[in-house]
Each structure stands twice: as C-alpha cells, then as structure tokens.
C-alpha cells in the first residue's frame, strides 16, 4: 500500500514557475515508477510525466516537454515536478500517481496509487 499526499500548488502569472512535491509513504516507494497527471476543468484527467523507480528514466507529454522536469529522491520518498514557463492551458488540478508497472505507462488504469491533488492556476 502506498499512500501519495502533494503539495505546492498555487497561483501564479504566465511564465512563472511552480515545483509540486508528492510525498509518498511506505517502504517499497524506490520500487515504484512515479507520474504526475492533470485535470482541467471540464476535461478528461491527462498524463503530463513519469519516472523510472530508479530516476534514470524519464516520460513527457508533448505539451510539457522542455517546461517541465520530473524527479524524485528515494531517500526522502518524494517526487517532485518542477514547472517552468507556466501557461494558462496549464491550469488544472495535479496528481501524482505510483504504477508497479512501468514507468511509461500513460493511461490511468495502469497507475495503482493515487493522491488527493494539488490546484495550480496560471493567471494571464
């Protein structure tokens, strides 16, 4: 069982950044592949990116790649997304997601794990 609780979220004008932290407890957290998905109002839950339980892998949706960076520190059971050069379409609630399975997996049902999520709101 692993249980996710993010953090981090907030409100900030276009170009900023944000970084969001999932926490993770249990003990096998370093044998899980972590992600983050979104979900913006009106909108079907979207993958956004993904890391390999030992953080040499990495996964991004089209419409992050370049602004966004996944990472995580096993030692601390956390992962976190750094969000660079914000923009309004980025605006959604965020979620981290734990899969046993791999890392690349983009749809929902292949994540086992999920957290509460995290609003961000990217202001014009």
């Known amino acids: 069982q692993v249980q996710l609780v993010e953090s981090g979220g907030g409100l900030v004008q276009a170009g900023g950044s944000l970084r969001l932290s999932c926490a993770a407890s249990?003990?096998?957290?370093?044998?899980?592949?972590m992600g983050w998905f979104r979900q913006a109002p009106g909108k079907e839950r979207e993958f956004v990116a993904s890391i390999r339980w030992s953080g040499r892998n990495t996964y991004y949706a089209d419409s992050v790649k370049g602004r966004f960076t996944i990472s995580r520190d096993n030692a601390k059971n956390t992962v976190y997304l750094q969000m660079n050069s914000l923009k309004p379409e980025d605006t959604a609630v965020y979620y981290c997601?734990?899969?046993?399975?791999?890392?690349?997996?983009?749809?929902?049902?292949?994540?086992?794990?999920w957290g509460q999520g995290t609003q961000v709101t990217v202001s014009s």
């Open positions: 997601a734990a899969s046993a399975g791999n890392y690349y997996y983009t749809l929902e049902v292949n994540w086992d794990y």
């Open positions: 249990g003990r096998t957290f370093s044998s899980y592949a």
